[in-house]
């Protein structure tokens, strides 16, 4: 649910049952995830964001999970094609000491700088192109282990016709941290969007 409480503030709660954030091992184990949410988002002007959000996820097999995010987004640098942002963001979460068979942190904070580019070319009178270029250093903190740094790189293509139908794709790489290991990730999307105008 969502309210519009001015122009430039609103709030927003959720709950959502095995949302995508549900560890896949939790699923694989027949565990499953429910999730409550609240947050915010404030917009002072046109360039400048920011907001926050906690959650509350609790799984069947016993464990109780709370994390939250504040974060901090600026448009460094804007002409009617290009776009520049970066994005100051803090998380953490609490989690209880039970065992089970995915990460599960007692205790964490992620601390990380990101630069967005977005670049959109216009194809035709129908046919855009949006290109998105992201890039992140992070520290990530996690009780019992010495801090380390992480990153990630992601570029993407999003296809629009007439902002009614919209095809994306995209490839990633990054650098995670568990339980004190670096672990190098590669990953590949994709989604398809329709809108239905009346």
């Known amino acids: 649910m969502n309210w519009t409480l001015s122009d430039d503030f ?13 560890p896949l ?28 959000h906690v959650l509350h996820n609790r799984l069947t097999d016993g464990n109780d999970r ?23 963001s803090v998380t953490g979460s609490e989690n209880d000491p039970v065992p089970v ?8 904070r992620h601390y990380q700088l990101a630069l967005r580019h977005h670049y959109r070319l ?3 009178d129908h046919w855009d192109l949006d290109q998105s270029l992201n890039t992140s250093l992070g520290q990530y903190h996690q009780s019992g282990y010495s801090p380390e740094l992480g990153w990630q ?4 293509q999003k296809w629009r016709w007439k902002d009614q139908l919209s095809f994306t794709v995209g490839a990633g790489h990054n ?12 990953s590949i999307f994709a989604s398809f969007e329709l809108r239905f105008v009346q």
């Open 25 to 52: 091992r939790s699923l694989y184990n027949h565990s499953y995830m429910r999730q409550w949410s609240i947050g915010f988002l404030h917009k002072p002007d046109s360039g400048l964001s920011w907001g926050g």
């Open 175 to 186: 650098k995670s941290i568990y339980d004190g290991e670096p672990e190098h990730g590669l």
């Open 101 to 108: 068979s995915y990460f599960n942190p007692l205790s964490d």
């Open 10 to 22: 609103s709030l927003k709660t959720g709950y959502r049952y095995n949302p995508p954030d549900t």
């Open 66 to 88: 709370k994390a939250f995010n504040i974060w901090l987004d600026k448009s460094l640098w804007q002409t009617p094609r290009y776009k520049l942002s970066g994005i100051l």
């Open 153 to 156: 790189l992601e570029y993407s």
């Open 122 to 124: 216009k194809l035709s």
